[in-house]
């Protein structure tokens, strides 16, 4: 099975600064990576999927990148409405992993 | 609007099973895999597995094999989970969720677009 590395674990951040967010793959994935949102007692929410396309109606300061084992995701303006945990997951048929997450929390 | 109605949490003895369920309603049942997946307190996200409700073909993460049945009822357009030979190990969140492919002109994909509320199963004695 692929493993998906995320990293960092957390973050402590400001309202306003552009936070990157890494996931790593244990092999080439191509570009079958999505990521998901989850805030605390919530149901996780797709942001991105197949690497870089933003979801419908997800704000445009969400911006996801990478192919082959690297993937990036960016938020480029937080907002306090985006503490949450974020997951990376990978995609393959009846192979479907997620990273561990990363939380983030304000300073 | 789409929706996925998960049935209410379950308290249940080790060595038992349980039976959960995940309504749909919005679009049509059969055009769209459902995906399980467990979230166990304060961890990570893990996919137990996938059904087509056309079809009922599944597909399971190894790990679960074993563990978890998944089966559908059309008439109802609601998917279940069986968790057998319960142990502490399975208490946690178990969500639903739509399954959605697409193909980008290059190469296919897939995401997880709606998710059901999740269902609590507490094993204990």
């Known amino acids: 099975n692929t493993v998906m590395t995320q990293s960092p674990t957390s973050m402590f951040i400001s309202v306003g600064d552009r936070v990157t967010m890494n996931c790593k793959a244990s092999q080439n994935v191509g570009t079958n990576v999505d990521w998901y949102q989850q805030k605390t007692g919530q149901s996780p929410k797709l942001l991105i999927y197949?690497?870089?396309n933003r979801y419908t109606g997800v704000p445009d300061r969400f911006t996801g990148s990478g192919s082959g084992t690297d993937f990036t995701l960016t938020i480029s303006n937080m907002q306090a409405e985006d503490l949450a945990v974020y997951y990376c997951?990978?995609?393959?048929?009846?192979?479907?992993?997620f990273g561990a997450g990363t939380k983030l929390e304000l300073k | 609007q789409v929706q996925l109605q998960q049935s209410g949490a379950e308290l249940t003895k080790p060595g038992s099973s349980v039976k959960i369920s995940c309504k749909a309603s919005?679009?049509?049942?059969?055009?769209?895999?459902i995906s399980w997946i467990k979230q166990r307190p304060g961890q990570a996200l893990e996919w137990i597995g996938a059904?087509?409700?056309?079809?009922?073909?599944?597909g399971y993460n190894e790990k679960f094999k074993g563990k978890a049945t998944l089966t559908v009822d059309k008439s109802s357009s609601t998917a279940f989970m069986q968790l057998s030979s319960l142990t502490p190990e399975d208490t946690a969140v178990y969500y639903c969720?739509?399954?959605?492919?697409?193909?980008?002109?290059?190469?296919?994909?897939?995401?997880?677009?709606?998710w059901g509320q999740g269902v609590m199963v507490t094993v204990s004695s």
């Open positions: 919005g679009y049509t049942f059969t055009s769209y895999d």
């Open positions: 969720a739509r399954s959605n492919f697409y193909y980008d002109g290059t190469s296919y994909g897939y995401y997880f677009d709606y």
């Open positions: 997951l990978q995609y393959n048929y009846n192979s479907n992993t």
């Open positions: 059904i087509n409700p056309g079809s009922g073909g599944t």
């Open positions: 197949g690497a870089s």
